[in-house]
């Protein structure tokens, strides 16, 4: 049954996106679909009568069960780790009662490194740097010397973990330089990289405030009655001197700044609805009422905002919505790049040592920074060796709002790369109203899909890499709601092992990172 | 003297204990008689011989990533569902041979082409094909491409396809294609002339 048993607020275009019947809903039953009762109750209502009373008891028991509310599921922790050379979080694990990483993982993005287990001495090598670890041992040796760790130090299936609180103490020795750990919120970061941010109001209109930051900025922004809320996933903002900004406006008193979780949070009070605009290639934010236009941006190409963000208050004196309905949430260019495969999805087995699990997660971290060095937010959907479902990746992506996803694959036969749309499955479903049948979720969009390939192949072949267009029946390109491909790099000669070359990663993404910016335009605003 | 309703019950347990366990005996001899039809694979229909008749192939080409027409002649039985499996069956012999452009795992077979109007074509493959098949988004999209598209040049009629593994559905062939979808003839038909040309 591909019909969605749930309606998606505020999805792109004002799709409403039903869930696939096929994925476990966030409370972990199955998702039902729909079925009218209709023509069932009258029945229903007469044979109810004989029922004994014993079985109409435990019925009533059952309901009474399902209808109990399941406790809420606790969100997992992250570890939000900010550098030079990329931005990208971790989960945290909890073990003996502290917060634990894994610390191969939190190095591999940042170098070349490589871990040998041998129980119960873990010894990991990052660039030149050696160090040894001990099961059960709050001692360690980096680089010849001792280090004190606040907890012990946990050898799990071969997996290093380190508690988060020894990061300040331990990381520096390995990267030769300082490094910063919000412990409380889950935010590291390595070198020089926070972005700072300053706010006022503007001294010829107390209802217009602007934020000025360091560095561009691509926040999700909500919005309810009496705030707005900027949220940043991605970027290293950090608390200005004090966390509480007072503006000595009556329209917008105050901001707050907090972090949680490795997101750090803006929020303003403000008396009236505000509308957020960017400019200065994202380094400012303006917030202005909601009834006015916003200011023209200077950098549209930045400010391209999907259509699929909900309109601002077009009036603000009318009732503010109930403190139930759902927040309006307003979204910028946003990539989500996929690694496919992962955990035992191994994927193709490139070599005798390469997997395409780990290569596929190799170019989509390589992808993400040069994206995000064009100024592209981007979500990885798997940044670690997880084993995640397609109607996960299919729903996480739609879920985000993006411009754009990208599913990477690796491939040791032919040479060059191949990107491939969607090949839509025969369906007798179709959408019905607001509803998309999560099968070809992917029709409305296809069109767009396909100005994408051919953009990233036009950017590719101008690097002189082989390039073919092709459609694949490779799901979840087509439960998509948005521009979505797939890129799968095959070696540029016959050696699979030329697809770990970092060279070679460096060009293909850079291909790719070039043909998603050009399209950022068309992208942002035919959504 | 025991009481009556206590006669009564034991009696009917009696003989439900007696009734179950015929029941369960005449069960047990039907299921010793049932021939083990599913284990036994030999060809209820002779190999198809006599007198042979053109058809197009359409043969993948591993080295370059294409797909070619390729005309052969091989003897095809009267019967529209025979000849749709004899069909596969030539283009699977051509794979599995020494030479081949695009080989697949030692004894990968077509078990059955069920044809149901109307217009849906089920190719039911052994497991030997879809678990030792090469993964690999091309590799997997130039198998499916090759069996659908022979398969609906030369039977005329087919709108849609369904590819089931050992008689079952299966989420994909190695890891990409999916196949838990009946394929739209089509976009197959479109991804086949995409696959006719290197660009």
């Given at each position: 049954m591909p019909w969605i048993s749930g309606q998606r607020r505020n999805s792109p275009a004002g799709i409403s996106l039903s869930w696939n019947s096929r994925s476990r809903s966030s409370l972990g039953r199955e998702a039902t679909?729909?079925?009218?009762?209709?023509?069932?109750?009258?029945?229903?209502?007469?044979?109810?009568?004989?029922?004994?009373?014993?079985?109409?008891?435990?019925?009533?028991?059952?309901?009474?069960?399902?209808?109990?509310?399941?406790?809420?599921?606790?969100?997992?922790?992250?570890?939000?780790?900010?550098?030079?050379?990329?931005?990208?979080?971790?989960?945290?694990?909890?073990?003996?009662?502290?917060?634990?990483?894994?610390?191969?993982?939190?190095?591999?993005?940042?170098?070349?490194?490589?871990?040998?287990s041998d129980p119960?001495?873990?010894?990991?090598?990052?660039?030149?740097?050696?160090?040894?670890?001990?099961?059960?041992s709050s001692r360690a040796r980096i680089q010849g010397r001792d280090a004190d760790l606040p907890g012990k130090f946990i050898l799990e299936n071969g997996r290093g973990l380190v508690p988060v609180s020894s990061l300040a103490s331990i990381l520096p020795r390995f990267l030769g330089g300082p490094v910063t750990v919000h412990e409380d919120s889950g935010r590291l970061f390595i070198g020089s990289v926070a972005t700072h941010f300053t706010a006022s109001v503007s001294p010829d209109d107390a209802s217009r405030l602007v934020f000025h930051f360091t560095s561009p900025v691509n926040p999700s922004i909500a919005t309810e009655p009496g705030k707005l809320?900027?949220?940043?996933?991605?970027?290293?903002?950090?608390?200005?001197?004090?966390?509480?900004?007072?503006?000595?406006?009556?329209?917008?008193?105050?901001?707050?700044?907090?972090?949680?979780?490795?997101?750090?949070?803006?929020?303003?009070?403000?008396?009236?609805?505000?509308?957020?605009?960017?400019?200065?290639?994202?380094?400012?934010?303006?917030?202005?009422?909601?009834?006015?236009?916003?200011?023209?941006?200077?950098?549209?190409a930045i400010t391209n905002i999907p259509a699929a963000q909900p309109a601002p208050p077009a009036n603000p004196a009318a009732p503010q919505p109930a403190a139930t309905s759902p927040p309006p949430v307003v979204h910028r260019y946003l990539a989500v790049v996929d690694a496919s495969h992962g955990g035992n999805d191994r994927g193709e087995a490139l070599s005798a040592t390469l997997a395409e699990k780990d290569i596929t997660l190799a170019f989509a971290r390589k992808l993400r920074q040069e994206l995000e060095s064009r100024g592209i937010s981007t979500i990885l959907l798997r940044d670690?060796?997880?084993?995640?479902?397609?109607?996960?990746?299919?729903?996480?992506?739609?879920?985000?709002?993006?411009?754009?996803?990208?599913?990477?694959?690796a491939a040791s036969s032919g040479h060059g790369v191949r990107l491939y749309t969607a090949m839509l499955p025969y369906s007798s479903e179709e959408d019905r109203g607001p509803f998309r049948a999560w099968t070809t979720a992917q029709s409305s969009q296809i069109s767009l899909s396909q100005t994408a390939v051919a953009n990233v192949a036009g950017e590719l072949r101008k690097l002189e890499i082989p390039v073919r267009i092709l459609t694949a029946p490779l799901r979840p390109l087509n439960n998509i709601v948005t521009a979505a491909i797939a890129v799968e790099v095959a070696p540029p000669a016959s050696d699979a092992a030329q697809l770990a070359a970092p060279d070679y990663q460096q060009l293909v993404t850079g291909g790719v990172a070039n043909g998603i910016a050009a399209l950022r335009s068309q992208l942002g605003t035919t959504q | 003297m025991l009481p009556r309703h206590f006669l009564i019950a034991v009696s009917v347990l009696l003989l439900s204990a007696?009734?179950?366990?015929?029941?369960?005996?005449?069960?047990?001899?039907?299921?010793?008689?049932?021939?083990?039809?599913?284990?036994?694979?030999?060809?209820?229909?002779?190999?198809?011989?006599?007198?042979?008749?053109?058809?197009?192939?359409?043969?993948?080409?591993?080295?370059?990533?294409?797909?070619?027409?390729?005309?052969?002649?091989?003897?095809?039985?009267?019967?529209?569902?025979?000849?749709?499996?004899?069909?596969?069956?030539?283009?699977?012999?051509?794979?599995?041979?020494?030479?081949?452009?695009?080989?697949?795992?030692?004894?990968?077979?077509?078990?059955?082409?069920?044809?149901?109007?109307?217009?849906?074509?089920?190719?039911?493959?052994?497991a030997a094909f879809a678990d030792g098949h090469r993964s690999g988004v091309l590799a997997e999209d130039l198998t499916v491409a090759s069996l659908i598209h022979t398969l609906s040049a030369n039977i005329p009629g087919i709108l849609k396809v369904k590819i089931l593994v050992e008689g079952k559905p299966r989420n994909t062939l190695a890891g990409h294609a999916d196949l838990s979808d009946f394929f739209d003839v089509n976009t197959v038909n479109q991804l086949t002339a995409q696959l006719q040309s290197t660009q």
């Open positions: 679909p729909f079925v009218s009762p209709a023509g069932k109750c009258g029945a229903g209502q007469k044979n109810w009568n004989r029922v004994p009373l014993g079985t109409k008891l435990c019925s009533l028991a059952i309901l009474l069960w399902l209808a109990l509310p399941l406790p809420a599921a606790v969100p997992e922790k992250h570890l939000a780790i900010y550098s030079t050379a990329a931005n990208y979080s971790l989960p945290i694990m909890p073990r003996e009662g502290r917060d634990y990483v894994g610390l191969l993982e939190l190095l591999d993005p940042l170098g070349t490194v490589s871990a040998k119960p001495r873990w010894r990991i090598h990052y660039n030149n740097v050696l160090g040894e670890f001990f099961q059960g809320r900027m949220t940043f996933l991605h970027e290293p903002v950090t608390a200005p001197a004090s966390p509480t900004l007072t503006f000595g406006s009556k329209i917008i008193p105050s901001s707050t700044y907090s972090e949680s979780n490795g997101t750090a949070q803006i929020t303003v009070n403000t008396t009236i609805p505000l509308f957020a605009s960017f400019s200065n290639d994202g380094r400012t934010v303006t917030l202005t009422p909601a009834k006015s236009q916003p200011p023209a941006p200077t950098t549209p670690s060796d997880a084993d995640l479902s397609l109607d996960d990746r299919a729903s996480s992506a739609n879920a985000s709002h993006a411009a754009i996803y990208i599913v990477l694959h | 007696l009734g179950i366990g015929l029941y369960a005996w005449r069960m047990r001899g039907g299921a010793a008689a049932t021939p083990v039809a599913s284990l036994d694979t030999r060809p209820v229909v002779p190999p198809a011989a006599g007198p042979t008749e053109p058809v197009t192939l359409f043969v993948a080409y591993d080295d370059v990533g294409i797909l070619q027409a390729q005309s052969a002649r091989i003897p095809l039985p009267s019967v529209r569902q025979q000849r749709a499996e004899e069909l596969l069956r030539a283009l699977i012999a051509l794979y599995l041979d020494k030479a081949s452009p695009h080989p697949l795992a030692p004894g990968s077979d077509i078990r059955s082409v069920y044809l149901v109007d109307p217009g849906l074509a089920v190719i039911d493959v052994n």
